[in-house]
């Protein structure tokens, strides 16, 4: 039976109409939306408990109302000395150079030879000299100590020739501080010299170190103390009395047997031997004779096989005490007053080289 258009037109509205009235199913979500959804109920539910518990325990502030803390510092340890490896040797703090330092060398200057030998030049002729000098009791006799040392142009230190006034060399002898004391005792009215009373105050300055000349040319009548203190400083005894027995001067000359010695040659060159020009008449003075020790040794005297006999001018003490042993004045003006330098240097050189 063929059907009206429009019936079947009305009967697709009525479906249509029906459909809507009909609630619609939820559609059953995949797996993935079922995690999806167990995650999102976690997330809640976790997010209720910590809801929970702020609520028991407020906070004072928000946390848009907390100040900004600032980053903290680092602490930083520096060690002040470092423990130094066990190879090297341990310093203290102030030696503990940074890595990147490199010690800079202090520059040294050592004097030369010749600046060495100014100095020590300077310094002899700066030393306190004390001087007796008793030539002879008539005042016949030119004194040539006193030539000698003018001629030494000391400078600097305290330099006294008393004469022969002997009290105040004494005086100034106990007061002590005197590098070298010479005591010429030419006088043939003074036999011994212990006479002069000063040999506390020799024995003192020889002990302490200090230099001494002694000219006398009787040690062989001598038996005061000072004469015997005289030659055990020189580990020597006299061997025989001088005379001028003949009238050949050829006998009184004064050759060196220790040419080499400085005595005869600093600060001058002293001619020898010594020729002399003879005043006293008699005892010529005394012939020594010494240990062989090392420290005591013959400069000058008569020519002998043996070096160590017949001494005139002895060297004691490692050069530090002269014993002259025979009189100034019986030879020549010029070098005698040139040998009394000589023996100032080298005693004061000796003395201030011990140091």
Same mark, same amino acid.
């Given at each position: 039976?063929?059907?009206?258009?429009?019936?079947?037109?009305?009967?697709?509205?009525?479906?249509?109409?029906?459909?809507?009235?009909?609630?619609?199913?939820?559609?059953?979500?995949?797996?993935?939306?079922?995690? %999806?959804?167990?995650?999102?109920?976690?997330?809640?539910?976790?997010?209720?408990?910590?809801?929970?518990?702020?609520?028991?325990?407020?906070? !004072?502030?928000?946390?848009?109302?907390?100040?900004?803390?600032?980053?903290?510092?680092?602490?930083?340890?520096?060690?002040?000395?470092?423990?130094?490896?066990?190879?090297?040797?341990?310093?203290?703090?102030?030696?503990? $150079?940074?890595?990147?330092?490199?010690?800079?060398?202090?520059?040294?200057? %050592?004097?030369?030879?010749?600046?060495? !030998?100014?100095?020590?030049? =300077?310094?002899?002729?700066? =030393?306190?000299?004390?001087?007796?000098?008793?030539?002879?009791?008539?005042?016949?006799?030119?004194?040539?100590?006193?030539?000698?040392?003018?001629?030494?142009?000391?400078?600097?230190?305290?330099?006294?020739?008393?004469?022969?006034?002997?009290?105040?060399?004494?005086?100034?002898?106990?007061?002590?501080?005197?590098? $070298?004391?010479?005591?010429?005792?030419?006088?043939?009215?003074?036999?011994?010299?212990?006479?002069?009373?000063?040999?506390?105050?020799?024995?003192?300055?020889?002990?302490?170190?200090?230099? $001494?000349?002694?000219?006398?040319?009787?040690?062989?009548?001598?038996?005061?103390?000072?004469?015997?203190?005289?030659?055990?400083?020189?580990?020597?005894?006299?061997?025989?009395?001088?005379?001028?027995? !003949?009238?050949?001067?050829?006998?009184?000359?004064?050759?060196?047997?220790?040419?080499?010695?400085?005595?005869?040659? %600093?600060?001058?060159?002293?001619?020898?031997?010594?020729?002399?020009?003879?005043?006293?008449?008699?005892?010529?003075?005394?012939?020594?004779?010494?240990?062989?020790?090392?420290?005591?040794?013959?400069?000058?005297? $008569?020519?002998?096989?043996?070096?160590?006999?017949?001494?005139?001018?002895?060297?004691?003490?490692?050069?530090?005490?002269?014993?002259?042993?025979?009189?100034?004045?019986?030879?020549?003006?010029?070098?005698?007053?040139?040998?009394?330098?000589?023996?100032?240097?080298?005693?004061?050189?000796?003395?201030?080289?011990?140091?």
């Amino acid at each position: 039976m063929k059907r009206n258009p429009l019936d079947l037109f009305s009967l697709f509205a009525f479906v249509l109409l029906i459909s809507a009235c009909i609630p619609a199913q939820p559609a059953v979500p995949a797996a993935d939306t079922q995690l %999806t959804l167990q995650a999102l109920q976690n997330t809640q539910i976790a997010l209720a408990l910590q809801q929970t518990a702020i609520a028991g325990n407020p906070p !004072t502030a928000s946390p848009k109302e907390l100040p900004e803390e600032p980053s903290p510092t680092p602490i930083v340890v520096v060690a002040t000395q470092p423990e130094p490896p066990t190879a090297e040797p341990t310093v203290t703090e102030t030696e503990v $150079l940074l890595p990147t330092e490199t010690p800079t060398p202090i520059p040294t200057q %050592t004097p030369d030879a010749a600046e060495l !030998t100014r100095q020590f030049e =300077a310094r002899i002729l700066s =030393a306190n000299v004390l001087v007796y000098d008793e030539p002879d009791a008539q005042g016949r006799l030119v004194p040539r100590l006193s030539k000698a040392l003018d001629g030494m142009r000391f400078s600097g230190g305290n330099v006294v020739n008393t004469n022969n006034y002997l009290g105040n060399f004494d005086r100034l002898l106990r007061n002590g501080g005197w590098d $070298l004391v010479v005591m010429a005792v030419e006088n043939r009215d003074r036999t011994e010299l212990g006479s002069l009373g000063v040999l506390d105050g020799i024995m003192n300055h020889v002990n302490s170190g200090g230099a $001494l000349i002694v000219e006398t040319w009787n040690l062989d009548e001598d038996q005061s103390a000072l004469g015997q203190f005289m030659l055990d400083i020189c580990g020597a005894h006299v061997e025989k009395d001088w005379h001028h027995a !003949t009238g050949n001067y050829l006998d009184y000359y004064i050759p060196a047997l220790m040419s080499g010695s400085p005595v005869f040659s %600093t600060p001058n060159t002293v001619a020898m031997p010594l020729q002399p020009s003879i005043f006293w008449p008699g005892d010529a003075g005394d012939l020594i004779r010494i240990d062989p020790n090392g420290h005591n040794h013959i400069l000058a005297g $008569l020519l002998s096989n043996d070096p160590n006999n017949y001494g005139l001018l002895t060297s004691c003490q490692d050069g530090r005490v002269i014993l002259q042993t025979f009189s100034t004045h019986d030879y020549s003006l010029y070098d005698t007053v040139r040998l009394w330098q000589n023996m100032i240097h080298y005693t004061l050189s000796n003395k201030f080289a011990r140091r």
